[in-house]
């Protein structure tokens, strides 16, 4: 993994440097594609960069626990290092959920149609309890709602 993350982070650097050229400016179609793929990467590459700092905190604080004569600052230095223990883990597993290819249906919209079909006034309560759920979910997550079209009947 840690190969794949020096490889991205040479590739954003190179990227950056592209768009540094003024050359870059003249095919508009070319500072899409190093825009669009630099903002893919940029985040997996902020996250590896904090990795990497907070493997050297950890290794930094060890040798320094190991030569401390002071007990309150051991005390200090066994707090941070069991932090950096904890946190590192964590990072690493986002890493590797930012390490993930990205589907290629994430930007774009959907629509979902719910009909209550047969039943009557229970497939008609059912399905408003069905869409009202389907929206909740959809404002927690920040993403936006249209009604097209909507039907009610007497038990609403």
């Given amino acids: 993994m840690k190969f794949n993350l020096d490889n991205l982070v040479d590739e954003f650097n190179s990227l950056e440097q592209s768009l540094g050229d003024p050359e870059i400016f003249k095919d508009q179609k070319k500072i899409r594609e190093v825009s669009t793929r630099k903002k893919a990467i940029e985040s997996s590459v902020n996250l590896y960069k904090q990795y990497k700092i907070a493997n050297q905190a950890l290794e930094d604080n060890k040798v320094m626990l190991n030569d401390e004569k002071d007990d309150e ?3 200090l230095l066994k707090a941070e290092i069991v932090e950096l223990e904890n946190e590192i883990p964590k990072m690493e597993e986002q890493l590797t959920v930012a390490l993930l290819p990205k589907d ?21 309560l059912f399905a408003g309890e069905l869409a009202r759920s389907y929206m909740t979910f959809a404002e927690e997550q ?15």
């Fill in 73 to 75: 600052m051991k005390d």
């Fill in 104 to 124: 290629p249906n994430d930007d774009k919209n959907i629509m979902v149609e719910i009909r209550a079909g047969t039943g009557g006034d229970e497939a008609a």
């Fill in 142 to 156: 920040g993403l936006k709602i249209e009604i097209a079209e909507r039907t009610e009947n007497e038990t609403g």
